[in-house]
């Protein structure tokens, strides 16, 4: 069912707000998650009726974004509570072969002098991984569903801006889109606003130089972020209005030169949402639909999550199958051939990708930083909607509360993983461990 306009005004009575909290207080940690207690391993067969009914009566907004078991259960069934557009498949089912090997398993990685292996970790019944696959050259040699079942279709979160940034490509190499003009030559409504003289690849590459930093601070605190936030499930602004998503985003306000720091924010994707949709005069679904899904042989239709305007929440809120998002990743490998016969993600657009960030920027605002620590190594910079590029062409995406997609193309592999929580080493180590053992 459908969660109601009044039952979303509802949720604010649970959305504690931190007053005078902004992306540019240094002193507070930025990426600390309020986190339940609870075993995803208890889902990793479903739902119960009472199960369902009473996380389904938890849930709230602050659920929604923090690490809880209500926010769990919307994370697999995300159409109870927003509505949603189809992204449909098409044609056959690409059935992916599966070639075990055990010994991703016992890859290990040490902390605190201590070795832990991949799979002892993610089988943990602390673990919050809910799924995780490794794919080597199109065939699957590596998976677990410890907190979900095989053909569920679970949340992407931030891991769906690579298919903003993967059709704003796709319009580029067309012709009909120009990085170096302005989001104002695309958006006649943009005009007055601070985004009118921003360059549509500072807004791709996510720096924008507006008041629109990301993290779980600034989702929760009293920011513009969070209005932007509030307006895409329809909930009253501090000032007690109600905005549609678009005046959020628009109303967005100027904080420095664009081009001058990477300051991640999924306010940049929607407005690249915006772009698409007015250059192709189609509903992101049907963009995604016929540019991306319906040609890569998936096992199943996506969603996505809607505001109440009817906006398709391209930043985060596309939900799939766990093998589908790895036939999305090797669209972008050696390895494409085997899901259709038509390259979808061509060699110039990939590198495009590897090739077009500014490593100046990288580690200037919060979660470049923050990704070289986690990766116990360092990308280059960040791309086309990709959060890190590494010297090697190496591609990777993060979601908010422990989802990933890893790409290597020149080892033809794609690690992809579900969660809601984070793990004990994080899985971008692990990833990437991962990737250059499989070399």
């Known amino acids: 069912m459908l969660t109601s306009a009044l039952g979303w005004f509802s949720l604010l009575a649970c959305f504690v707000i931190p007053q005078n909290i902004h992306a540019a207080d240094k002193n507070h940690d930025a990426y600390s998650t309020p986190t339940e207690d609870f075993s995803v391993h208890a889902i990793k067969n479903g739902y119960s009726l009472s199960e369902a009914e009473r996380l389904h009566g938890e849930w709230s907004l602050n659920k929604f974004l923090n690490i809880t078991e209500s926010g769990a259960y919307s994370y697999l069934h995300l159409g109870e509570f927003l509505p949603q557009a189809m992204i449909h498949r098409d044609g056959e089912v690409v059935k992916l072969e599966t070639s075990a090997r055990q010994s991703i398993g016992e890859i290990s990685l040490k902390k605190d002098g201590k070795s832990i292996a991949f799979e002892q970790m993610i089988m943990d019944e602390k673990s919050p991984v809910q799924g995780v696959m490794v794919i080597k050259k199109g065939e699957i040699i590596y998976q677990q569903y410890p907190g979900m079942r095989e053909n569920d279709r679970h949340v992407w979160m931030s891991n769906s801006k690579v298919i903003a940034g993967t059709l704003i490509a796709f319009l580029e190499e067309e012709g009909r889109i120009d990085l170096q003009k302005t989001v104002s030559n695309y958006l006649p409504k943009a005009k007055g606003t601070a985004w009118e003289n921003v360059k549509i690849f500072d807004v791709l590459n996510m720096q924008t130089g507006l008041d629109l930093e990301e993290n779980p601070t600034t989702r929760s605190g009293d920011t513009p972020y969070n209005a932007f936030v509030r307006a895409e499930l329809g909930v009253p602004a501090k000032d007690g209005k109600v905005y549609t998503h678009n005046e959020a985003l628009l109303a967005i306000p100027y904080l420095k030169k664009p081009g001058m720091a990477f300051e991640y924010s999924s306010a940049n994707t929607q407005m690249l949402g915006l772009i698409i949709e007015q250059i192709t005069q189609k509903r992101l679904a049907e963009v995604v639909s016929e540019r991306i899904w319906s040609k890569a042989g998936m096992a199943g239709d996506a969603t996505i999550g809607l505001s109440p305007q009817g906006n398709a929440i391209i930043h985060g809120l596309v939900s799939s199958r ?86 290597s193309p020149s080892r033809d592999n794609v690690v992809v993983w579900f969660a809601t929580g984070f793990t004990e080493i994080p899985m971008e180590a692990f990833s990437r461990k991962i990737s250059l053992d499989l070399d």
């Open 322 to 407: 766990l093998d589908d998002m790895a036939r999305f990743g090797m669209l972008f490998t050696p390895s494409w051939n085997k899901l259709g016969d038509k390259r979808i993600v061509s060699e110039q657009v990939l590198k495009r990708m590897q090739t077009s960030g500014k490593r100046e920027n990288y580690l200037k605002g919060a979660l470049g930083p923050r990704l070289t620590e986690e990766f116990r190594d360092a990308p280059l910079f960040n791309s086309y909607q990709w959060d890190a590029v590494f010297a090697d062409g190496d591609l990777y995406k993060s979601g908010m509360n422990g989802q990933g997609i890893y790409v």
